[in-house]
């Protein structure tokens, strides 16, 4: 049993464990090469008990803690990113609904995002505006008792299936932002595929075109004097600490496929992992999925605990973690040699989709510039003193 | 707990991100300031106070600075009894 896991815990990783071992990874290659994931397989998620899992169970979820929600998460990542990524941005828009939407909005939606019954995905970025969202340009005005949203949002993960938009966009042209529920049938909405991407392939991406797409006041979630990024920020809270632990599972399959790639295949005579050089990077390797998975654990339990010091400690995890998924990554296609640039192993789809993760969710950049910020108030503050 | 110690307290942490904020400040109008702060601020409000926010308290208006936040953080606290 894992130290840092309590026996319910344990019970669950077990769960999740072979579950996405023996349903999703050994499909995995086949949605990454068809850069799709039937509706019909992501919906059964959902009946089966991984979507929305962190949901109270009065609103049909499991109710999972954050470090049982982060295990799934490594599981799934472990399996299959894009699938991974399926979860993420579905339980980020859930996320929004349960903490910020109300009770009408909980009652209408939750029920049916944990069943599976809709898929959900979030609509933040746009052609001109990703970290930057005070660029963001979408606009809803109102009309009556509606809305009319009216923008683009891009690189909308499974957009080309979601029943269920989250909409980032202002009130007004210079008012405050606030999210929206757009249901997919909505009048001026208009879905393009976005194809050929370098990893995550199967998650299925969209650019999202609102053309006075008109949806009832009723839509809006929360209120329109909430704080300043507080949707935005609600969403992308979770998603990171999401994208974190798949970036551990991702980064553990490319060390368990190394140290089997590494005993069975030999050179000058003496298996790979017997040469000292092989063994340096999988030294390294394990050192770093470790590092990375207390970080996870930590900001697991700050979150847990309602700490205010889960934002810092979830921008650290998922900073390190998608980092740490890079280079493991590509140590992995290092030792795997030609196997390791080519897709008749699983370490080149590995490799393509850790490349993603130090950008989703927020760049890297992005989050060095907000963890130097936390780190000036702590640091700064404590070397003030007369030395 | 006095209202000069609530306001102590949130001090403390708005602080961290905006050092020279003064009690009747726009907190959201200063730098320093991410889109993560408005969830720092709720989960401290939450924690450090032992109150539970409803619906109607994610407003702007009862997060803009440290003397609206002490002043939602008295009611919920003289709510609750």
């Known amino acids: 049993m894992d130290a840092w896991l309590d026996s319910r815990q344990s019970e669950l990783q077990s769960e999740f464990r072979a579950f996405a071992s023996s349903q999703i990874a050994p499909r995995a290659a086949e949605f990454d090469r068809q850069e799709a994931i039937p509706s019909g397989f992501l919906k059964g998620l959902g009946k089966q008990g991984y979507l929305a899992t962190h949901v109270p169970s009065e609103y049909g979820g499991r109710g999972l803690d954050a470090t049982s929600y982060g295990l799934l998460h490594e599981e799934f990542g472990r399996a299959c990113s894009s699938t991974r990524t399926l979860l993420t941005v579905h339980d980020m828009v859930a996320e929004v609904i349960l903490r910020l939407g109300g009770q009408r909005l909980r009652e209408t939606w939750l029920p049916a995002l944990a069943a599976g019954h809709r898929l959900a995905a979030f609509a933040l970025t746009e052609p001109e505006a990703g970290s930057d969202a005070g660029a963001m340009r979408t606009v809803a005005s109102r009309a009556g008792d509606d809305y009319l949203l009216t923008g683009s949002k891009r690189w909308i993960s499974f957009g080309q299936i979601a029943d269920l938009f989250l909409v980032v966009a202002r009130i007004g042209e210079d008012g405050p932002t606030a999210g929206f529920l757009v249901e997919r049938d909505s009048p001026g909405l208009t879905i393009t595929p976005m194809k050929g991407l370098l990893g995550l392939r199967g998650s299925m991406l969209a650019e999202l075109d609102l053309d006075n797409c008109r949806i009832s006041r009723d839509s809006r979630v929360g209120s329109e004097e909430m704080p300043a990024g507080l949707v935005a920020g609600t969403a992308l809270h979770l998603g990171r600490y999401a994208v974190a632990w798949g970036c551990v599972g991702l980064a553990d399959r490319c060390v368990e496929a190394s140290f089997r790639y590494g005993s069975e295949r030999k050179q000058f005579g003496v298996s790979l992992d017997e040469h000292q050089l092989i063994q340096r990077m999988l030294a390294n390797m394990v050192v770093e999925v470790r590092a990375a998975r207390l970080l996870c654990l930590e900001a697991g339990r700050l979150r847990e605990t309602r700490d205010a010091a889960a934002i810092e400690g979830t921008l650290i995890a998922k900073y390190f973690a998608a980092r740490m998924a890079n280079r493991v990554a590509s140590d992995a296609v290092q030792i795997h040699g030609a196997e390791g640039v080519s897709s008749v192993g699983p370490v080149e789809r590995l490799f393509r989709d850790a490349r993603v993760m130090t950008i989703i969710e927020g760049s890297s950049q992005i989050q060095q510039i907000m963890i130097a910020g936390y780190g000036k108030a702590e640091h700064g503050a404590r070397g003030s003193g007369s030395e | ?81």
């Open chain 2, 1 to 81: 707990m006095t209202s000069e110690a609530i306001k102590a307290r949130l001090r403390e942490l708005c602080s961290r991100r905006a050092p020279d904020l003064a009690d009747e400040d726009d907190i959201f109008e200063v730098g320093g300031v991410n889109s993560l702060f408005a969830i720092e601020l709720l989960t401290f409000v939450e924690e450090g106070f032992r109150i539970r926010l409803e619906d109607e308290d994610l407003d702007r208006k009862f997060f803009r600075s440290i003397n609206a936040m002490a002043a939602l953080v008295e009611r919920k606290l003289d709510a609750q009894g």
